[in-house]
């Protein structure tokens, strides 16, 4: 009533009961005789927040390796997510990736905007790595399709 200085307390009641379906019951304690009882958040006659801007990103390899697993190897490859802005990093976004020969991977940004995909143990010494996407809250990649060679350690 405060925001809308002219609104009346039957004015606000009948906007609250407007809303019935969207109201939580039954929360208000000592609600009084004749209460609808009603709990509501609205922005009743406001403008709703702007959506959060959609920003671009990009991912590349830092560096990559392996891990020797018997007569075979696990390729791993340091993956770099940034901003495309200001090449700031980016926290907390998941990589995925293609390890051919192998097979998937994924791994998650550090707030460093760093993270280590591993693949899966394999016998041929080189397979290609392709960063295949990246995904998170508000983000859009725009890299496409990466694609880096590897070769046993």
């Known amino acids: ?15 609250v009961l407007g809303h019935r379906p969207n109201a939580t019951s039954g ?34 390899m830092v560096s990559s390796g392996g ?3 018997g007569k075979n190897w696990k390729p791993q490859a340091s993956i770099s997510v940034t901003y495309t ?28 905007g760093t993270c280590t995909l591993t693949g ?3 016998s041929v010494s080189t397979t290609k790595l392709s960063i295949t996407n990246v995904t998170g809250a508000n983000l859009n990649y725009v890299s496409g399709t990466v694609q880096y ?5």
């Open 1 to 15: 009533m405060r925001a809308k200085g002219a609104a009346t307390l039957s004015s606000s009641v009948q906007q």
């Open 149 to 153: 060679t590897l070769t046993k350690p």
């Open 120 to 122: 899966p143990s394999i």
């Open 27 to 60: 929360l208000i304690a000592s609600a009084g005789t004749g209460s609808p009882n009603l709990l509501l958040y609205t922005l009743s006659g406001g403008t709703p927040p702007p959506p959060p801007p959609v920003l671009d990103v990009a991912a590349r």
């Open 67 to 69: 891990v020797r697993s």
């Open 85 to 112: 802005s200001n090449n700031g990093p980016v926290n907390g976004v998941t990589v995925y990736g293609n390890f051919n020969p192998g097979g998937n991977a994924t791994c998650v940004t550090s707030s460093a």
